[in-house]
T-cell receptor
Framework: GAVVSQHPSWVICKSGTSVKIECRSL??????MFWYRQFPKQSLMLMAT?????????EQGVEKDKFLINHASLTLSTLTVTSAHPEDSSFYIC???????????FGQGTRLTVV | KNQVEQSPQSLIILEGKNCTLQ??????????LRWYKQDTGRGPVSLTI?????NTKSNGRYTATLDADTKQSSLHITASQLSDSASYIC?????????????FGRGTQLTVWP
């Protein structure tokens, strides 16, 4: 199956700093990428959807100025958590789809801990 | 409201035994249903994906069923192994947009004991 690589797998940062998470589709072109957040024992919650070359669409309640998403190419999307606070600590997962495709391929996830 | 409900929330079985996980959904319209396996601290990995016309699909020791009339699905795991310990997530996609929005269940946490 297609591979989605997410980096880093874990990160610890100080409160107030920014953290960038990368999501790459290694062997296919991802026209659409999704960013999810998952709290312990909870289901994945969609944060935003991004299409290559256009602005991301954010879900209700997700601050677009805090969670900056860039989808500059068909193989790379980034999520930047700006001015991170302890409540932003969570497991962030990206997913990628090919145009018209059913399947959604997930990255390995990034464990963010803000101290 | 589009929802995906899974049961049981958690399950413990002995190695070698079989088990069945359940998924009920109210998502409409319906496009497809997927089962994912998520190991702790990892991203979900696809096990099966079924469309409206498919009733059953197998992937090794995993067999998924779908009853689109009753909006129910099950995932049957045979001859369980220790490596099957993970969260199993049922995901339903709608047909309402070109992107096919995904609705996630909370998952069933399966623990396989030796």
């Amino acid at each position: 199956g297609a591979v989605v690589s997410q980096h880093p797998s874990w990160v610890i940062c100080k409160s107030g700093t920014s953290v960038k998470i990368e999501c790459r589709s290694l062997d296919f072109q991802a026209t659409t990428m999704f960013w999810y957040r998952q709290f312990p024992k909870q289901s994945l919650m969609l944060m935003a959807t991004s299409n290559e070359g256009s602005k991301a669409t954010y879900e209700q309640g997700v601050e677009k100025d805090k969670f900056l998403i860039n989808h500059a190419s068909l193989t790379l999307s980034t999520l930047t958590v700006t001015s991170a606070h302890p409540e932003d600590s969570s497991f962030y997962i990206c997913s990628a789809r090919v145009r018209g495709g059913f399947e959604a391929f997930f990255g390995q996830g990034t464990r963010l801990t803000v101290v | 409201k589009n929802q995906v409900e899974q049961s049981p929330q958690s399950l413990i079985i002995l190695e070698g035994k079989n088990c069945t996980l359940q998924c009920n959904y109210t998502v409409s319209p319906f496009s497809n249903l997927r089962w994912y396996k998520q190991d702790t601290g990892r991203g979900p990995v696809s096990l099966t994906i079924m469309t409206f016309s498919e009733n059953t699909k197998s992937n090794g020791r995993y067999t998924a069923t779908l009853d689109a009339d009753t909006k129910q699905s099950s995932l049957h795991i045979t001859a369980s192994q220790l490596s099957d310990s993970a969260s199993y997530i049922c995901v339903v996609s709608d047909r309402g947009s070109t992107l096919g929005r995904l609705y996630f269940g909370r998952g069933t946490q399966l623990t396989v004991w030796p």
